[in-house]
């Protein structure tokens, strides 16, 4: 059984796999949702659990892959795993490389679409774990002072307050006082608490002093 937030979401335009689909995933323990086009999904509240899309490749209107792009550029969290009757190496990889998790052709064994879903749940829920480290490590981040988050690129560098003032053109005991406000608002205690908050928010160190 799975986690009572999680969703499969089958999309496609033909009424009996849509309906095969949902009593095979219910019976399997997940929650189901269909939907007959692409745009059909997109007007659907987002969805904030982990979600699995089993997404047709050929539909009336924008088609999967179509799907998979403007789900891209929303920042959704959907993995999706592909069916299709009429797949093609090209369009395979295609998906495959923009992240979909598995790309089956139909007709498929169950047991091989469970199993894919099952990865997708799981990719998604790790998903969704660093995209909120991501968002805390941010918020942290934000309370900086710009001045202060100068100080802090230097100081994941590895640089000692000298090396940062000379590189600021301040004084040392200067650096010190930002570098301590620095630890304090992010809340740690060491240089390499701040380098995983860096890693975990996406900030880059400072440039190599010349």
């Known amino acids: 059984m799975t986690a009572p937030a999680a969703l499969v979401g ?62 891209e550029k929303r920042g959704a969290c959907e993995q999706i795993v592909f069916i299709t009757g009429h797949g093609d190496v090209p369009t395979a990889t295609r998906a495959m ?20 879903v099952k990865r997708a749940l799981k990719r998604g829920q790790e998903f969704r774990r660093k995209r909120g480290e991501k968002r805390e490590a ?12 100068e100080v802090f690129r230097f100081v994941i560098m590895g640089l000692l307050n000298k090396q940062i003032a000379a590189e600021l053109h301040t004084a040392e005991k200067t650096i010190k006082v930002h570098r301590g406000r620095v630890m304090q608002k992010i809340g740690v205690t060491s240089v390499a608490d701040l380098v995983r908050v860096s890693q975990r928010a996406g900030v880059s160190p400072a440039h190599n002093p010349a």
């Not at 059909?40 to 999967?64: H, S, T, W």
């Not at 941010?138 to 988050?149: A, S």
Request: overall charge negative.
């Open 97 to 116: 490389k923009n992240g979909a998790v598995d790309f089956l052709m139909k007709p498929f064994d169950d047991g091989e679409l469970i199993e894919a």
């Open 10 to 71: 089958i999309v496609d335009d033909n009424q009996s796999v849509r309906r095969s689909l949902r009593r095979l995933f219910k019976s399997a323990g997940y929650a189901a949702e269909t939907f007959s086009s692409a745009e059909d999904y997109l007007a659907r509240e987002i969805f904030e659990g982990p979600i699995c899309l089993i997404l047709d490749v050929r539909m009336p209107g924008l088609k999967g892959p179509g799907l998979q792009e403007a789900l």
């Open 138 to 149: 941010r918020g942290q981040i934000n309370k900086l002072t710009p001045r202060e988050f």
